[in-house]
């Protein structure tokens, strides 16, 4: 897949902006989008498109402008999510739009968009989830759903269009970001509650970008040509413990 063309949907900041740039370094050309304008620090060889996933006709306009410029896309990452740190019975109507429109249906616009083409040419889509689509975090409720969607849509795009196309989802653990930022600030004492989450991780520390973006490579290369339908945990560790407390037992 070296020398494809990729787009990487949220490559503003973040876990994005790391794929955005290690594609770059494999050597692909790289289209990444978001809804604001380009950052002014963005990789000077990534092309920057504004434009919000969760509107069909802006998925549409996004992947048509990749095959335009660059070509048929081989790889999409479906990175752009958002969160609201609300139970169900705080969140709003508002709320639901905001969190499944970019976290579920962003994802299934810009695979439909992109898939006609791919499945004459061939192509990957590397869908980004987390663990908290499988255990639940606190008052996180439509992060938390909203995430099992894309895990549950990983697995049927690669049963219906393989093997034209391959499809695997990536489910970060605690990787430091601005929104791992604001998870933590909803504990009564963050620090407190970082230090515990970091005792909890075997790799004796939290995940950086560029763990995923490392991820994201090898699904993205044809040295992962046997692998489809699956959801890659990528925590440190974190989620293979029991939640009891060493000592107590």
């Known amino acids: 897949m070296a020398n494809g063309v990729a787009i990487v949907t949220g490559g503003s900041r973040g876990i994005g902006r790391a794929i955005v ?3 770059i370094s494999d050597g692909f050309k790289v289209m990444t989008c978001g809804r604001g304008a380009r950052p002014d620090d963005l990789v000077t060889a990534a092309d920057w498109v504004q434009g919000d996933v969760s509107i ?3 998925a549409t306009r996004i992947v048509e402008n990749s095959n335009q410029q660059f070509g048929p896309v081989s790889v999409l990452v479906n990175n752009a999510g958002v969160q609201v740190e609300k139970t169900v019975s705080d969140s709003s109507d508002d709320d639901w739009d905001h969190v499944v429109g970019v976290n579920c249906r962003g994802v299934f616009n810009m695979s ?4 006609p083409e791919m499945q004459r040419h061939g ?3 590397i869908n980004i989830g987390s663990i908290s689509g ?3 975090d606190t008052s996180m409720a439509l992060y938390n759903a909203s995430k099992a969607f894309v ?4 697995r049927s795009i690669a049963v219906d269009h393989g093997p034209a196309v391959r499809c695997n989802a990536i489910q970060p653990g605690w990787i430091m970001t601005e929104m791992a930022e604001d998870a933590f600030a909803l504990a009564n004492d963050p620090a407190a509650a970082m230090a515990d989450a970091l005792a909890r991780h075997p790799a004796g520390r939290f995940g950086q970008p560029e763990d995923i973006a490392n991820a994201v490579s090898w699904l993205a290369s044809d040295q992962a040509s046997f692998v489809t339908g699956q959801c890659f945990t990528i925590d440190g560790g974190m989620t293979a413990a029991s ?5 107590l037992f």
Do not use: S
Request: proline letters at 12%; charged letters at 15%; a neutral charge.
């Open 123 to 125: 192509g990957v889509i």
């Open 134 to 136: 499988v255990a639940a």
């Open 151 to 154: 895990h549950g849509l990983t």
């Open 56 to 58: 069909p006709a802006d």
């Open 21 to 23: 740039e290690r594609l």
């Open 243 to 247: 939640p009891l407390q060493p000592g």
């Open 112 to 115: 439909r968009a992109a898939l």
